[in-house]
């Protein structure tokens, strides 16, 4: 399988069986790395095209609309768009992970065919709910998912994904994440949440090690206490305070 | 063109700097945007996904480390990676089509062999002796590398796709990648130097 891995030509199943296989085979290691070295080939072989002139500059006011002076580390404050919610709401709480390339929607029937497949509880310094296996987890999930208010957030980044649903007045929300970046050895990511877009404090409310999951969030107030969530990658373990630039963020909006 | 290394570029950036990220712009945007369009077959998505690319050195430059190999083949895994996705979540909703059909179906198909900055990228490596290493594998091999690597194709879809057994598949693939690395030395170029 190694050739195939090299050339990420290997399905996600795939993929998975042949790294644990790795994670113990040091000589498969090695013919990766050296098959990876013939692959680094391969982008230098395509026709060369040029880009917009602009796409540089559009790059720039990507990162631009991402960062947030204010902050520390810099994070996100990108500007607030309204976002339909999958019903009609007697507000509009969620119009978050605006600007550059995200794209917000609602997706109710993608998050009732996601809790088919359960989840997991996110472990986090007893801010997460034991929800004492997964029928009790599901069973909040489907209670956000009922909720006379309960809203579906979904962003999209290239290669990246987070669907979000939640009731303002909970302190639970239910999040589906795929196709982040390999977090890599060491290394997890950590969601926050912040009262304060402006200012940002943010508070952790979960740690999680994978680049794809789902999880069930629990904050210490109604997420409608909150204006902020992002996505940072930190050490392993998580951190008391982000580290690291996120990689994913955006604004609550309050009912105007 | 300036001289700085690139990991001292990606160094600067992990520390904020952007006018070092308008430099690593500069040097591998045209590769970049180039991979994205051969592999997505739409400009407008190419170009997204170059956008893309460099937000990620943005915002991940600080995890870079020399120990994960050259810059470059670190940048254009990530564009790899992004361009994969995007085919994939395309084959998982057929409704989406980007196909473009002016695009070139091979990399053979359109050469493009004048000298440019971009090589100096490459730390001199002239693209030309890259190309041909490839040319010089035998079609089948060298159809599934491209389909493999371009297509963002799994070597089952692939087998479905030239009716061929799965172990012949991976065997061409195998082949192939020793093969290229063989012609590759032979043209002066050792793989393990990009």
């Known amino acids: 399988m190694a050739p195939a891995y090299a050339l990420d030509a290997l399905d996600e199943h795939e993929t998975a069986q042949f790294e644990a296989h790795l994670a113990t085979c040091p000589e498969c290691t090695q013919i990766v790395s050296e098959m990876r070295s013939v692959v680094a080939a391969l982008p230098l072989t395509v026709p060369l095209v040029e880009p917009p002139a602009d796409l540089k500059q559009r790059m720039f006011d990507r990162i631009h609309a991402l960062e947030s002076p204010q902050s520390s580390p810099r994070a996100v404050e990108p500007a607030v768009v309204a976002s339909p919610g999958p019903r009609q709401s007697r507000r509009s709480f969620f119009s978050i992970f605006t600007g550059g390339g995200f794209a917000v929607g609602a997706a109710l029937a993608s998050l009732v065919l996601l809790l088919v497949t359960g989840g997991m509880v996110l472990q986090q310094r007893g801010q997460i709910a034991d929800l004492q296996g997964q029928l009790a987890q599901r069973e909040a999930v489907q209670a956000l998912v009922n909720a006379p208010d309960g809203q579906v957030v979904q962003m999209q980044q290239r290669g990246m994904e987070v669907k979000l649903f939640a009731d303002p007045d909970s302190e639970r929300a239910y999040i589906v994440i795929d196709g982040l970046p390999d977090p890599g050895q060491g290394r997890d990511y950590q969601i926050w949440l912040s009262p304060d877009g402006k200012n940002l404090q943010p508070v952790s409310v979960g740690v999680f090690p994978d680049n794809s999951g789902r999880w069930l969030l629990e904050a210490d107030k109604p997420l409608s206490s909150y204006r902020w969530i992002g996505l940072t990658e930190e050490p392993e373990g998580g951190s008391p305070k982000p580290t690291s630039k996120p990689l994913m963020g955006g604004e609550f909006q309050p009912e105007s | ?194």
């Open chain 2, 1 to 194: 063109m300036d001289s700085v290394q690139d990991e001292e570029l990606a160094a600067r950036v992990g520390r904020g700097d952007e006018a070092g990220l308008g430099l690593l712009y500069d040097r591998y945007a045209r590769v970049v945007y180039s991979l994205a369009l051969k592999m997505v077959r739409n400009q407008q998505i190419a170009e997204e996904l170059t956008q893309e690319v460099f937000v990620r050195v943005w915002q991940q430059a600080s995890t870079y480390s020399r120990e994960k190999g050259r810059f470059s083949n670190w940048l254009f895994g990530i564009a790899h990676h992004l361009a994969i996705d995007e085919l994939r979540r395309r084959k998982a909703r057929p409704q989406q089509v980007y196909d473009n059909p002016d695009a070139p179906s091979s990399l053979l198909d359109v050469t493009d062999n004048a000298p440019g900055p971009d090589e100096q990228a490459f730390g001199g490596i002239r693209r030309e002796y890259i190309i041909e290493a490839l040319a010089q594998l035998p079609v089948p091999q060298r159809e599934v590398l491209e389909m493999s690597y371009f297509g963002g194709l799994t070597q089952s879809e692939i087998a479905d796709q030239q009716g061929e057994p799965l172990g012949t598949i991976k065997t061409r693939t195998r082949l192939g990648l020793q093969r290229l690395r063989t012609n590759l030395s032979a043209q002066g170029v050792q793989s393990d130097t990009l």
